[in-house]
C-alpha cells in the first residue's frame, strides 16, 4: 500500500481483542506488513509458501488470512471500506438498489469433489461465483458453490443474506436466469423487488445491457487478481475471503486517489 492508501486504510481497521483489555498476546507484526503480504499473494498468485522474504514468515500471514476469515473480519474491514468509498462520492453508506450475477470458473485439482461441478452451460469443471454488487459495483456479498449449482437456488441464499445486512437494499437487477419462482419470493419473503433484464430477439453480436454490465465490471476486476483467475481455495470460504481482499485492492487505491484529488 502506498502511504496514501494506508492513511484511508488504519483508522478502518477491527481492533485486536489485546487492545479493548480482552486478553490475548499482542500481535508480532504491523498490520501494513500483514496486508500487504495477503495483497500480494491475491494480486500476483503465489503460493502462501512462497511468500517473499520482505514479509512477515508465511505461515504468520496465512494465520492472519485465517483469523479473519473464521471471525468475518474481512467482510467488516470490507463493509467499512465500501461504505467510505459510497460516501465519498456522495451516495448514502448503504446502497437501495443492487445488481446478481454469477461467474463460472476453472478449479484447481486442490479443489475437492464436494465443492467442484460440471457448469454444462459454460462447459467448466470447477466453482460458480454468485455476486451481488451496488450500483457503483462494489462488492455486496459473494458466496461460492459448485459450477453445478443453479443459479436460482445459490440467489434464494445469497439474496437473504444480502438483504439481512443491507436493510435499505430494495431494487436488484438480473438476467433472464433469473426468472420463475424467485421473483416472487423475493418480494414475498424479502420485500426486493427482482428487475428482469432481458435481451431481445433482434439482437445481434455484444451488446452493453443496462444496469448488468455493472455486475460484468467486477467479474473482469476479479480475473486481474490472478490468485482468481482459477479457483485455488480448497475450501469456498476461503475463495470468498480471497475475493474480498481483492475488492479491498480496487476500494484502498480509489480511496487514495480521491484523497489526492481532495488535496
Request: aromatic content about 8%.
Amino acid at each position: 500500500m502506498t502511504d496514501a492508501e494506508w492513511a484511508e486504510v488504519r483508522p478502518l481497521l477491527p481492533t485486536p481483542g489485546w487492545m479493548r483489555g480482552r486478553g490475548g498476546r499482542p500481535e508480532g507484526y504491523c498490520h501494513r506488513a500483514v496486508l500487504d503480504a495477503i495483497r500480494y499473494l491475491v494480486d500476483n498468485g503465489i503460493k502462501w509458501r512462497a511468500m517473499p522474504a520482505d514479509f512477515p514468515p508465511w505461515d504468520r500471514v496465512y494465520a492472519f488470512f485465517r483469523r479473519w476469515r473464521d471471525h468475518a473480519l474481512v467482510n467488516e474491514f470490507h463493509g467499512r471500506l465500501r461504505a467510505r468509498v459510497r460516501e465519498r462520492l456522495g451516495r448514502d453508506a448503504e446502497p437501495s438498489a443492487g445488481v446478481i450475477d454469477s461467474q463460472s470458473v476453472k478449479a484447481d485439482a486442490v479443489v475437492g469433489a464436494d465443492s467442484r461441478g460440471f457448469d454444462g452451460g459454460k462447459q467448466i469443471n470447477g466453482r460458480k461465483r454468485h455476486v451481488v454488487v451496488d450500483t457503483l459495483g462494489l462488492l455486496l456479498g459473494v458466496m461460492v458453490t459448485s459450477a453445478d449449482v443453479g443459479d436460482r437456488a445459490a440467489a434464494q441464499v445469497l439474496l437473504h443474506q444480502v438483504a439481512d445486512a443491507h436493510h435499505l437494499l430494495a431494487l436488484v437487477w438480473a438476467d433472464g436466469g433469473y426468472t420463475g419462482s424467485l421473483v416472487e419470493y423475493c418480494l414475498a419473503t424479502l420485500s426486493l423487488v427482482l428487475a428482469i433484464v432481458k435481451r431481445s430477439d433482434d439482437m445481434r453480436g455484444f451488446v452493453v445491457l443496462p444496469k448488468r454490465w455493472i455486475v460484468e465490471r467486477l467479474f473482469a476486476h476479479l480475473m486481474r487478481s490472478r490468485r482468481l483467475a482459477p479457483d485455488f481455495e480448497r475450501r469456498t470460504t476461503s475463495a470468498e475471503a480471497m475475493i474480498y481482499w481483492s475488492m479491498t485492492l480496487l476500494m484502498t487505491r480509489r480511496l487514495a486517489r480521491s484523497r489526492r484529488g481532495r488535496a
